[in-house]
């Protein structure tokens, strides 16, 4: 699916590929499309930067912020193939692949919240709306994914992109103004 696209593969290619008869895929997922949301759930980045999210709440914000930019940029390179088979699959066909876009994001910027939410809480931050951090959270990394990985070839884990996660994180931990003049995150 990642290579010809949703509509592009058939289910026997699916099938022949994961070396299951045909009537078997169908038992187990009903429709191509169930399938297509099954796959999306196992390639999500939710349930990784769920279950690292508890590990974080002891640390300093910016090393917590900066294990979520690199976990998340590490899982969105892993799933090249699939998020541009998705965003292709988007454009073709957005009535279909806009809701499960939608969802996704709400689930993944509830995540992204609840870490935010927690520093808040124990004080560690004086951040500012948790949903907002998590919204600008999500699209700087994908933003640095899009044009790094997809757009430019290249990879986010390098670590010639080094100094631009940094720069991400000090975003988030201090804004903008101290990003720009290279003050060291006091989060």
Excluded at 54 to 83: Q, R, Y
Excluded at 99 to 116: A, H, I, K, M, T
Aim: aromatic share 8%; net charge negative.
């Amino acid at each position: 699916m990642s290579d010809k696209g949703f509509a592009g593969a058939s289910t026997r290619e699916i099938a022949l590929r994961a070396g299951v008869a045909e009537v078997t895929l169908f038992r187990q997922f009903t429709s191509k499309e169930n399938l297509f949301r099954q796959i999306t759930q196992d390639h999500s980045t939710i349930p990784v930067i769920e279950e690292l999210i508890p590990s974080l709440l002891d640390k300093p914000l910016n090393e917590g912020i900066a294990s979520l930019v690199n976990v998340f940029l590490g899982k969105l390179s892993d799933n090249k193939p699939w998020i541009r088979m998705f965003q292709m699959e988007l454009q073709r066909d957005p009535e279909t692949f806009r809701p499960l876009c939608q969802s996704f994001l709400d689930e993944l910027y509830r995540v992204c919240g609840s870490y935010f939410t927690e520093v808040l809480r124990r004080g560690s931050s004086v951040c500012c709306d948790p949903k907002l951090a998590a919204r600008i959270f999500v699209m700087l990394c994908y933003g640095c994914f899009q044009v790094e990985e997809m757009q430019l070839g290249g990879s986010c884990k390098s670590m010639d992109n080094k100094p631009l996660i940094d720069s991400i994180v000090n975003m988030l931990c201090n804004g903008v103004a101290a990003a720009a003049s290279g003050v060291t995150p006091h989060c």
